[in-house]
T-cell receptor
Framework: DGGITQSPKYLFRKEGQNVTLSCEQN?????MYWYRQDPGQGLRLIYY???????QKGDIAEGYSVSREKKESFPLTVTSAQKNPTAFYLC???????????FGPGTRLTVT | SQQGEEDPQALSIQEGENATMNCSYK?????LQWYRQNSGRGLVHLIL?????REKHSGRLRVTLDTSKKSSSLLITASRAADTASYFC???????????FGTGTRLQVFP
């Protein structure tokens, strides 16, 4: 099965702890993205990567970090510096030729 | 905010009726895309219309694009209860190639 997976589906953390969200794809896509979605809102771009070992900040990168060591994987770390981390996080991937993005099922992060 | 806006925010209709959602955006675009999101799930791509296209069809979906007014509409014909979801437009920015998402329309189709 080709697709994009995110784990875990639900994640609970205490304030002050860093947490890493996993995103893996086997679609052979070059580009990968992380978005944040708050209740009743659209998606906001956190980070994106168009090629291995390279990534760029999106619109709301503060308090987040990423790595892209492998084409298939683009993990997102939510650091303790992120002031309001509770949200639904979505990972996506795409190719340069076909501009549509394929989304994973999302991770709902709750920080208390 | 660069986010686009969608109208209406929420729409309730009966099965068999048509549903129309509108999207307005602010920047110059390469293309405009529509996505669907079932509650608590990821987004699914529905249709892409390029900036030089005015109308596109896919099954029961019809999308129009007016770049002079920076607006688009999505029409779902003969709606079904299974069409109940949130629908988002997303524009690919001409300068950055990034997707900018609208705030979404929540569609409820009653059987």
């Amino acid at each position: 099965d080709g697709g994009i997976t995110q784990s875990p589906k639900y994640l609970f953390r205490k304030e002050g702890q860093n947490v890493t969200l996993s995103c893996e794809q086997n679609l052979n896509h070059d580009a990968m993205y992380w978005y944040r979605q708050d209740p009743g809102q659209g998606l906001r771009l956190i980070y994106y990567s168009q090629i291995v070992n390279d990534f760029q900040k999106g619109d709301i990168a503060e308090g987040y970090s990423v790595s892209r060591e492998k084409k298939e994987s683009f993990p997102l770390t939510v650091t303790s510096a992120q002031k309001n981390p509770t949200a639904f996080y979505l990972c996506a991937s795409s190719t340069q030729q076909v501009r549509e993005q394929y989304f994973g099922p999302g991770t709902r992060l709750t920080v208390t | 905010s660069q986010q686009g806006e969608e109208d209406p925010q929420a729409l309730s209709i009966q099965e068999g009726e048509n549903a129309t959602m509108n999207c307005s955006y602010k920047t110059s675009i390469n293309n405009l895309q529509w996505y669907r999101q079932n509650s608590g799930r990821g987004l699914v791509h529905l249709i892409l219309i390029r900036s030089n296209e005015r109308e596109k069809h896919s099954g029961r979906l019809r999308v129009t694009l007016d770049t002079s007014k920076k607006s688009s509409s999505l029409l779902i014909t003969a709606s079904r209860a299974a069409d109940t979801a949130s629908y988002f437009c997303a524009t690919e920015d001409n300068n950055t190639d990034k997707l900018i998402f609208g705030t979404g329309t929540r569609l409820q189709v009653f059987p």
